[in-house]
């Protein structure tokens, strides 16, 4: 008699129990790795209701106009005031003409630039019109100036070289003599002579017939022999002969007026009238 024998299913494609559960299974694992995996660093999406665009937040975070002026005025300032400064320390300074000594070469209340230049790199020549520190007591001692609400204001415009210097301690003349001339006033004509050649003078104020004052210096290395313009109302190197036998040090000069700046309707180049110096020989 034949033995009976349990059917044993035939086994899946994969090993696995062919049942409907197991191929329910599969179907379901197939469509979860069939199914698209959103990035890891993708924001999920925000609900319709309720949301709002970017732009105006962005436009709100934008600087002002008036905000965006206001910086752009204060950075020109900023670099108008350090332009001024290494203008006026290495280049140029301007200074305020007090008296009446250069007349009608500079006026009163005359401003002028000064090539800060000359007399180093560039050297002198005769003829410049130079300012100079008082450092011989040429000047009576400056009074003691009046602090007023605003004086640091044009002391730091000063500093700066946005307003010229006022002070009373500097001197500007015109140079006659050299290191090494040999300045004489005056010959039979009453003309200046440096180094034996008559000089004819051209600068000099036309207004009144300068009075002859004697002298006879030979010019010390190292310094200059300065005179005003306006020689009857210039007190100069000939009027300081007891100091410093009347000379300027070399060191003691801040640079060369180079123009009038202001005012206006006097603004110019200042000439060192090379004409008149040109056939003047060497100083020994």
């Known amino acids: ?18 049942t409907p559960a ?8 197939a469509d979860v790795e069939s199914a698209p995996v959103p990035p890891a660093d993708s924001a999920p999406a925000s609900p319709a209701a309720g949301n709002h665009s970017a732009a105006p937040q962005a436009e709100s975070a934008a600087p002002s106009p008036v905000f965006a002026w206001l910086k752009e005025i204060a950075t020109v300032v900023v670099i108008a005031v350090v332009l001024s400064f290494l203008i006026k320390t290495f280049l140029f300074r301007a200074f305020f003409i007090p008296s009446e000594s250069m007349v009608s070469t500079l006026d009163v209340d005359d401003r002028i630039f000064v090539n800060l230049l000359v007399p180093e790199p560039f050297s002198l020549s005769r003829g410049d019109v130079v300012v100079f520190r008082d450092t011989k007591g040429w000047l009576p001692a400056a009074p003691e100036k009046t602090e007023g609400p605003f004086t640091w204001v044009q002391d730091g415009l000063t500093f700066v070289g946005l307003l010229p210097d006022n002070s009373e301690q500097h001197l500007v003349k015109r140079v006659i003599g050299l290191p090494g001339d040999h300045v ?16 004819e003078e051209g600068y000099v104020n036309t207004a009144e017939i300068p009075q002859i004052r004697n002298f006879d210096v030979t010019v010390p290395e190292g310094k200059v022999w300065v005179m005003g313009d306006n020689r009857n109302h210039s007190a100069d190197s000939r009027s300081h002969m007891e100091a410093n036998g009347g000379f300027i040090n070399l060191e003691d000069i801040e640079g060369k007026a180079a123009v009038i700046a ?17 056939n003047v020989p060497a100083g020994g």
């Open 184 to 199: 004489v006033c005056c010959d039979a004509g009453g003309k200046l002579t440096i180094n034996g050649t008559a000089i």
């Open 1 to 18: 008699m034949p033995e009976n024998h349990a059917r044993i299913p035939d086994p899946g494609h994969d090993g696995g129990p062919d």
């Open 262 to 278: 202001w005012p206006l309707n006097r603004v110019t180049v200042l000439d060192n009238y090379p004409d008149v110096f040109k």
């Open 22 to 29: 197991a191929r329910a299974a599969e179907a379901a694992a």
